[in-house]
């Protein structure tokens, strides 16, 4: 696998793996930096958060820290891009594209589908990104790589935008979904500490019972099962750095 490093200040700032029949992404895996993967051809399946997205050519997906990653299978024929980018990174460039709706944008909906044409332009910012890396003596290539990133980031926030805004808008979503989904962003930061379905039904202001019924009815399983799940698979993911 193809790798390129961006680092500054004596850190490494952006990480691009070229993406040519394998990726490197072992599950599960708690999310700590900000990744991109950009999907030329092949399909990816990522089980996020407790939701699957199936990856086709000419996507995306969006990573964020906190995010976890129960499983990952794909064909052998992928092809594409593996961003990655520091906290330190990602925090510059939220500030200089601060906007809430789109953080609520991408943390409700990080897979996004593009045309042929689209996904070249995305192409084309990664291309120009990969060679001010190389070219350590351009004198501007600390500027330049950051402003070629924030238009790569920015694009694909315009169609997510495009495509989601009214969804994200309509704030008269079903009252049970809007529950489930609020029960699972919580187990993703909290069920190593919390096993009890009488602690996170008190943070969703709803009784245990009912908040057991919500998850049964569109999941098939109990809340429990869905915190043994998220604190095996956290555990699981530790155990895969001896130094925690």
């Known amino acids: 696998m193809v790798t390129h490093v961006f680092s500054e200040y004596g850190q490494t700032r952006i990480t691009i793996h070229e993406i040519n029949g394998v990726i490197d992404l072992d599950t599960p895996l708690k999310v700590h930096n900000y990744h991109l993967i950009m999907l030329e051809s092949g399909s ?3 089980d996020l958060n407790f939701n699957l997205y199936e990856m086709t050519e000419n996507s995306t997906l ?3 820290s906190g995010d976890t990653i129960r499983k990952m299978t794909h064909s052998g ?3 594409g891009h593996h961003l990655v980018f520091s906290p330190e990174f990602q925090n510059e460039m939220r500030t200089t594209r601060k906007s809430p709706i ?3 944008l991408k943390k409700e909906f990080p897979y996004q589908k593009f045309s042929d044409e689209e996904y070249s332009y995305l192409n084309i910012s ?7 890396m190389e070219n350590t003596s351009h004198h501007y290539r600390s500027l330049v790589i950051k402003n070629e990133v924030l238009n790569l980031l920015l694009d694909i926030s315009d169609k997510r935008r495009t495509e989601n805004q009214i969804s994200a808008d309509q704030d008269v979503r079903n009252h049970n979904e809007t529950i489930r989904k609020r029960f699972r962003d919580l187990l993703n930061g909290y069920s190593s500490e919390h096993h009890q379905v009488s602690w ?3 943070v969703l202001k709803i009784s245990p019972d009912y908040l057991s019924k919500i998850v049964r009815e569109y999941d098939g399983t109990s809340a429990s099962t869905w915190i043994h799940k998220s604190m095996i698979e956290t555990a699981e993911s530790l155990l895969k750095n001896p130094d925690l």
């Open 44 to 46: 990816i399946t990522v």
């Open 200 to 202: 996170y039904a008190d």
């Open 77 to 79: 024929d992928i092809k």
């Open 102 to 104: 789109n953080l609520q």
């Open 126 to 132: 990664v291309t120009k990104i990969i060679r001010y």
């Open 62 to 64: 969006h990573l964020s």
